[in-house]
């Protein structure tokens, strides 16, 4: 059984920051590309960064030069540092991780998401 636990939600005026960590737990043999998704009312879930295992990271358009995805590979875990936030970055913030819990068998997990309000 393999869990994400994430953490660091929350409200904050537009200017403000936060960060975001996700850890992900269980029977694991090795985490591949870990990520951060975000999902606003009425809107469908989109990419907000991800990087892999080692160390290429993508991000959205909407969040490049504000926002930073890093990870510890050694606590299998993914932080997100916002800065600069707007209220358009409104949204529940998802964990994903590709997981091999038996080579050469992978899974897709996601995280119970955390919610991040920016008030204007």
């Known amino acids: 059984q393999v869990q994400l636990v994430e953490s660091g939600g929350g409200l904050v005026q537009a200017g403000g920051s936060l960060r975001l960590s996700c850890s992900a737990s269980?029977?694991?043999?090795?985490?591949?590309?870990m990520g951060w998704y975000r999902q606003a009312p009425g809107k469908q879930r989109e990419l907000v960064a991800v990087?892999?295992?080692?160390?290429?990271?993508n991000y959205a358009d909407s969040v490049k030069g504000r926002f930073t995805i890093s990870r510890d590979n050694a606590k299998n875990t993914v932080y997100l540092q916002m800065n600069s936030l707007k209220p358009e970055d409104t949204a529940v913030y998802y964990c994903?991780?590709?997981?091999?819990?038996?080579?050469?068998?992978?899974?897709?997990?996601w995280g119970q998401g955390t919610q991040v309000t920016v008030s204007s």
């Open positions: 990087i892999t295992s080692g160390g290429r990271i």
């Open positions: 269980g029977s694991i043999f090795s985490v591949n590309a």
């Open positions: 994903n991780a590709e997981i091999i819990v038996v080579v050469p068998i992978k899974y897709n997990y």
